[in-house]
């Protein structure tokens, strides 16, 4: 099945810094989607591309949809405490009616005060 | 809105006992998914229905039943429950229209043990 690869797998930052992660695919996707996961929450939206090369800001955060269809980047600028959690990238499992996501293992984001 | 609600919010099971799962959504959507959520696995599909009386498998269907009776309520069954069903269990919900359709709501999650 399709496999979406998420680096860094953690990552630990000083509050103020900017973050990057990226997630790739085996199989090209016309949809990429961002989640945050809070700590004992559950995932909320963040950002959802469409179009290859698109480029989507959400505040502090900005998500762009790889020229290649497989791949997608997520970055946060000055970074505070409350980004901590895990973020997860997602896209279609397969094309048809169902609209299935493949999730990512995810980015554990910490973010030292 | 609440949006998606899930109950209880934790439980503590012995192995071979049952139970289930309740998630309701009030966006009127038309699909729902149940997920289970295990350390350095990201999130895993159990279950699926697209629409009120539907059910499908997912990517780790064994030992869970579903039920779609209303179309804002999903059930997620474990008939007798063992150790490798402790997890985090998350249900989502959809609309499919157009091209946000990919786009799921989350619930809170259930933390599930099973001792």
């Known amino acids: 099945g399709q496999q979406l690869n998420q680096s860094p797998q953690s990552m630990f930052i000083q509050e103020g810094e900017d973050v990057s992660m990226n997630c790739t695919s085996s199989?090209?996707?016309?949809?990429w989607l961002w989640y945050k996961q809070d700590p004992g929450e559950g995932p909320v939206l963040l950002i959802a591309l469409y179009k290859a090369g698109e480029l989507t800001s959400n505040g502090r955060l900005t998500a762009q949809f790889g020229i290649t269809r497989k791949d997608s980047f997520l970055n946060i600028s000055a970074s505070i405490p409350s980004d901590v959690g895990i973020y997860f990238c997602a896209g279609p499992t397969n094309r048809g009616s169902n609209y299935k996501l493949t999730f990512g293992k995810g980015t554990l984001l910490t973010v030292n005060p | 809105n609440a949006g998606v609600t899930q109950t209880p919010k934790f439980r503590v099971l012995k192995t071979g006992q049952s139970m289930t799962l309740l998630c309701a959504q009030d966006?009127?959507?038309?699909?729902m998914y149940w997920y289970r959520q295990d350390p350095g696995m990201g999130l895993r599909l159990i279950h699926y229905s697209v629409g009120e009386g539907t059910t499908a498998k997912g990517e780790v269907p064994d030992g869970y039943n579903v039920s779609r009776l209303k179309k804002q309520n999903f059930l997620l069954g474990l008939e007798s429950a063992a150790p490798s069903q402790t997890s985090v269990y998350f249900c989502?919900?959809?609309?499919?229209?157009?091209?946000?359709?990919?786009?799921?709501?989350f619930g809170p999650g259930t933390r599930l043990t099973v001792t």
């Open positions: 989502a919900s959809s609309e499919p229209r157009d091209r946000d359709s990919y786009e799921q709501y």
């Open positions: 199989s090209i996707f016309n949809t």
């Open positions: 966006m009127n959507h038309e699909y």
